[in-house]
Each structure stands twice: as C-alpha cells, then as structure tokens.
C-alpha cells in the first residue's frame, strides 16, 4: 500500500511485523538488488542517492554490497537541526552534501511551498532540492549511473513499463530496490541494523518521511504546520517569525 494511504500506526505495525520474518527473507531481496546493481553498473561510474530515510537506507546496504560507496545527499538551509546532526554520525563513508540553497527567502517568493497543501506544490521540493542537486552531481562527477532507492509501492517513478531504470536529460536513474514493499524495507533495517533518523520519532513520522521543515505535507493548513514543528523544535518557529507573519501569529497564541 501506498505512504499516502496509510498512518503512522500502520506503518507501526508493518514494522513489527518485519522483526518476525527470518534473515534469510531478506537476504534474499538484498541478493536479487545487488544482481541488478551489478547488472548496469558493470564498468560504469555509479554513485547513489541518499537521504537518511528508510528507503535510502535499505538502498545504501545494497549498495555497499555490490562494491558502491560513493553517494550524494541533497539538503536546504531549512532542516532541522536534529536531523543534521543525526547525518553527522550516521552517513554512510564516500557522501557528499551538497546544499540547494532553497532558504526563507526563496519560500517568500514561493509561498505555495510552505506545508504544501497538494501533490503539485510538493513536488516543487523534490524537483528545486533532490533532483536538482542529483543532476548537479551526476554531471560535475562524470557519472554514468546514478542509483535511486525509488519503490512502487510509494507510487515513484521508477521507468516506463515498469522497467526499473531509464535515461532522461541525459541521466540515467537505476532503481533496484523498486519491488520492495514497506516491509522489505524495515525487515533490511532491522537485519542490517541501521540507525533510523530521528523524523520516524516524531508526530506523523512514518507518513511524512524525510523533508525539509517547510516541506511538512498533508498539514491541515499553515497553523497547524507551525504547530507540528513547534513541537519537535521550538526553535524553528521562533526563527521563522522573523520572516513570516502566519508564523509570528503562532507564537503569541501558543506562548
């Protein structure tokens, strides 16, 4: 099933579930991706895509089986701060941080971009952080390949015809990972015993995944967007009041 149509708490469940399948199950899984890894990046230059999150973690132990240790994590001078510091101890050898510069600024040129309210604003993110930065890494480091941790199951993208790889502006994206289900994922977690960053603790954790403060979907409007995050970190609100009103009305009610 689809992020989008479950909640936190099924993702709770799926999760538990994973810990009482054998290693075997997922050893299976990581084995077939590591094949198709192998299979299109045989003599190439590769690198993969990774963010923290739980599908970027199940992608970088496959990677690193198949001999792939170099890869690129998008970021914007809007996370939060926990999270950063969770990168910090827990990336993987061989990443490289490159910073989108979407800030404050760009969001008030933008205000659609702020809690985005439907699946078009939300995508702005995506293309202005993540695939902006892929593309700046993939040609400034000659690559040939660049690996995704893309899934069906999420509703991404992953080529035409379900084939699990495809050339588009002259970038070819390989998404090995891509017939892996939630479970698959936290079973690879668990086994391989990876740390998960500190979104999955949070309010809606599971659902929302891995963003941007600004980039918190499926808010019930731009009130409510302050209020989740002022209950993970305070500070970001205070510091989003010396930009935005909505922000600074938060604040003199909730203090």
């Known amino acids: 099933m689809r992020k989008q149509s479950l909640s936190h708490n099924d993702f709770l469940k799926l999760k538990l579930y994973a810990k009482s399948l054998p290693y075997s199950y997922i050893k299976n899984k990581v084995d077939i991706a590591v094949k198709r890894i192998k299979e299109h990046c045989l003599d190439k230059k590769t690198a993969y895509a990774w963010s923290g999150g739980k599908d970027s973690l199940g992608l970088q132990i496959c990677c690193e089986e198949a001999g792939i240790n170099n890869s690129v994590m998008a970021i914007s001078d809007l996370e939060y701060p926990e999270f950063l510091q969770w990168v910090t101890v827990n990336m993987p050898d061989g990443l490289t941080v490159i910073n989108s510069k979407i800030d404050v600024n760009h969001l008030k040129k933008n205000p659609e971009m702020l809690f985005p309210q439907n699946a078009t604003d939300a995508a702005k993110w995506f293309k202005s952080v993540q695939h902006k930065v892929q593309d700046i890494y993939f040609k400034e480091n000659k690559l040939d390949v660049i690996i995704l941790g893309r899934r069906l199951e999420d509703g991404n993208f992953i080529g035409r015809n379900k084939e699990y790889w495809y050339t588009s502006k002259n970038v070819t994206r ?10 698959d994922i936290f079973c690879a977690i668990y086994y391989y015993k990876k ?5 999955y603790r949070w309010a809606r954790g599971y659902r929302c995944g891995t963003h941007s403060w600004a980039a918190r979907q499926w808010c019930k409007g731009i009130n409510d967007g302050w209020r989740e995050v002022y209950n993970i970190d305070p500070s970001i609100v205070h510091f989003a009041s010396k930009h935005f009103e909505s922000s600074k009305r938060f604040l003199e009610c909730a203090e």
């Open 174 to 183: 390989l998404s090995p990972i891509y017939d892996w289900t939630h479970i």
């Open 195 to 199: 740390e998960e960053p500190p979104f």
